[in-house]
């Protein structure tokens, strides 16, 4: 429906979400510059998704209105990225956070998912090498990462966490560019880069204070 760039940079937004819902739900202090880069990914954002409002909104056709819809379904990502984080920071706070183990909740979430889009595959006309390397993914890129981010959210600082999973973006547009000839907006560039320094300068930013004893 849309680009890897807009989907891998609305995705990114996931840890400004996740501070944002922490900061409602769990009360937890939201430094000002965190404040800061959520407000200039936002701006970043909305430049990059201001001609296919603008399109969608003058009816210049459904490609701009299916870009879109592809850009609102990525959305759906770090919003529930941001509740699975944020409710795992109150388990782990909680009086019997020692016996709270979530790597089987991996296992539970993938079957919920499962069931609920099982429906939106039929009729089934993928082959048993499509089937086989679907498996593959679903193994490589969900079902071994998430159990690990389970895992490493126990030894590594929130920051270092965010800084990682940002260099998917960086590399999933350069093999989208290399090997799908897939070419990037100005919007996107520009507003991408944005959002990307906003989260860069946070993490950045927190992880010196950190460092430094100050946080």
């Known amino acids: 429906l849309t680009s890897v760039a807009n989907v891998l940079i609305t995705m990114a937004l996931g840890p400004l979400f996740t501070a944002v819902l922490s900061r409602i739900a769990l009360k937890t202090p ?38 879109l819809l592809g850009s609102l379904v990525a959305l759906a990502v770090p919003i529930a990225g941001a509740v699975q984080w944020t409710l795992t920071q109150h388990l782990q706070r909680s009086e019997n956070a020692q016996k709270v183990d979530l790597v089987p909740a991996v296992l539970v979430g993938a079957v919920i998912s ?21 498996g593959l993914l679903g193994l490589i890129q969900l079902a071994i990462p998430c159990a690990l981010s389970v895992v490493c959210a126990r030894v590594l600082k929130g920051p270092e966490v965010s800084l990682l999973a940002l260099l998917e973006i960086v590399f999933g547009i ?4 290399a090997f799908a000839n897939e070419a990037l907006s100005a919007n996107v560039l520009i507003g991408g880069c944005v959002v990307l320094a906003a989260l860069v300068t946070n993490e950045v930013t927190s992880l010196n204070r950190r460092s430094g004893g100050k946080e």
């Open 174 to 177: 350069a093999l989208a560019w």
């Open 114 to 134: 499962s069931l609920l889009t099982l429906p939106l595959a039929f009729p089934f006309t993928a082959s048993s090498a499509d089937v086989a390397w679907l």
């Open 30 to 67: 939201l430094p000002t510059r965190t404040w800061g880069a959520v407000l200039a990914a936002g701006a970043g954002i909305a430049y990059m998704y201001a001609p296919q409002l603008a399109g969608v909104g003058a009816g210049q056709g459904a490609a701009k209105g299916a870009a």
